[in-house]
T-cell receptor, first 111, second 115 residues
Framework: TQLLEQSPQFLSIQEGENLTVYCNSSSVFSSLQWYRQEPGEGPVLLVTVVTGGEVKKLKRLTFQFGDARKDSSLHITAAQPGDTGLYLCAGAGQAGTALIFGKGTTLSVSS | DTEVTQTPKHLVMGMTNKKSLKCEQHMGHRAMYWYKQKAKKPPELMFVYSYEKLSINESVPSRFSPECPNSSLLNLHLHALQPEDSALYLC??????????????FGQGTRLTVV
């Protein structure tokens, strides 16, 4: 069974701080995705990483895919209150089944 | 158009009611999904439709009945639900179900309350 472990589960920081969220598995994934979800809304796709060692940047967000394609990280620089939300990593299940989600990281950024 | 539209946004229903949730996408995606999400938890997969055929049913109770009338529409029929079925129900679509086609676009969800 493919599982994705996310850490930390909860994170409460002040505006301007940096943070990193981790997504780990014992299984190899062909790709991993990161989503952000705000309360009462559906998840919104932030990025997909496909190649081992790949680094992608989206403004203040930096995403990295591990060399062995078993883990990924999301780093936010100078967090802002608008970054508040539930961050989910997800990977395609075996045989092209639907997405498997990690348990999520709830981020709260206060001003 | 990169939207997945779900209606209604909120629904309150009694345990003896029958209701339906609706989902629509016009991105030409051939895979559509229903997920259930409880507060502060990740989405849990319920059903997958691929090319309008049900391909995955994650052992969902029969009081939930999915339907895919065409490639753009997905319904979830609800009957005799229990209070523990109260949750955010999310519809999503993707280009396909192959491992490289699972980038999912989600609707805003239907907040369902069973009383």
């Amino acid at each position: 069974t493919q599982l994705l472990e996310q850490s930390p589960q909860f994170l409460s920081i002040q505006e301007g701080e940096n943070l990193t969220v981790y997504c780990n598995s014992s299984s190899v994934f062909s790709s991993l995705q990161w989503y952000r979800q705000e309360p009462g809304e559906g998840p919104v796709l932030l990025v997909t990483v496909v190649t081992g060692g790949e680094v992608k940047k989206l403004k203040r967000l930096t995403f990295q895919f591990g060399d062995a394609r078993k883990d990924s990280s999301l780093h936010i620089t100078a967090a802002q209150p608008g970054d508040t939300g539930l961050y989910l990593c997800a990977g395609a299940g075996q045989a092209g089944t639907a997405l498997i989600f990690g348990k999520g990281t709830t981020l709260s950024v206060s001003s | 158009d990169t939207e997945v539209t779900q209606t209604p946004k909120h629904l309150v229903m009694g345990m003896t009611n029958k209701k339906s949730l609706k989902c629509e996408q016009h991105m030409g995606h051939r895979a559509m999904y229903w997920y259930k999400q409880k507060a502060k938890k990740p989405p849990e997969l319920m059903f997958v439709y691929s090319y309008e055929k049900l391909s995955i049913n994650e052992s969902v109770p029969s009081r939930f009945s999915p339907e895919c009338p065409n490639s753009s529409l997905l319904n979830l029929h609800l009957h005799a639900l229990q209070p523990e079925d109260s949750a955010l129900y999310l519809c999503a679509s993707s280009r396909g179900t192959g491992v490289m086609n699972t980038e999912a676009f989600f609707g805003q969800g239907t907040r369902l309350t069973v009383v």
